[in-house]
């Protein structure tokens, strides 16, 4: 299982990034994904999930109304829109898989891509 996260760079505050996942080695309809984030210094944070047909979506706090996920299952593609960034969104951002959505929410999934690093200056 391969996931391979892109999109990531460096922008201003206030603007908006898109980053992708790209998932092979598994049957992609079959499992719930998640964005994740660790920031420098801290622990890695669940941003945000959506289940196996894209339903369903949850998003952190912090995130909530400003970044919303989404997947194309017919791409093995999911998606993080990330609007109105904020320099504490400054993280590597990670893409994880699991055909659980208790622990993809839990953010223990089975899968993980490498990161792509989101840098948000003010």
């Known amino acids: 299982v391969q996931l391979q996260a892109s999109g990531g760079g460096s922008v201003q505050a206030g603007v908006s990034l898109r980053l992708s996942c790209t998932a092979s080695?598994?049957?992609?309809?079959?499992?719930?994904m998640g964005w994740y984030r660790q920031a420098p210094g801290k622990g890695r944070e669940f941003v945000a999930g959506i289940n196996w047909n894209g339903n369903s979506t949850w998003f952190a706090a912090s995130v909530k109304g400003r970044f919303t996920i989404s997947r194309d299952n017919a791409k093995n593609t999911v998606s993080l829109q990330m609007n109105s960034l904020k320099p504490e969104d400054t993280a590597v951002y990670y893409c994880?898989?699991?055909?659980?959505?208790?622990?993809?929410?839990?953010?223990?999934?089975?899968?993980w891509g490498q990161g792509t690093k989101v840098t948000v200056s003010s």
């Open positions: 994880a898989a699991d055909d659980r959505m208790d622990v993809v929410l839990g953010s223990r999934a089975r899968y």
């Open positions: 080695g598994l049957t992609f309809n079959k499992y719930g």
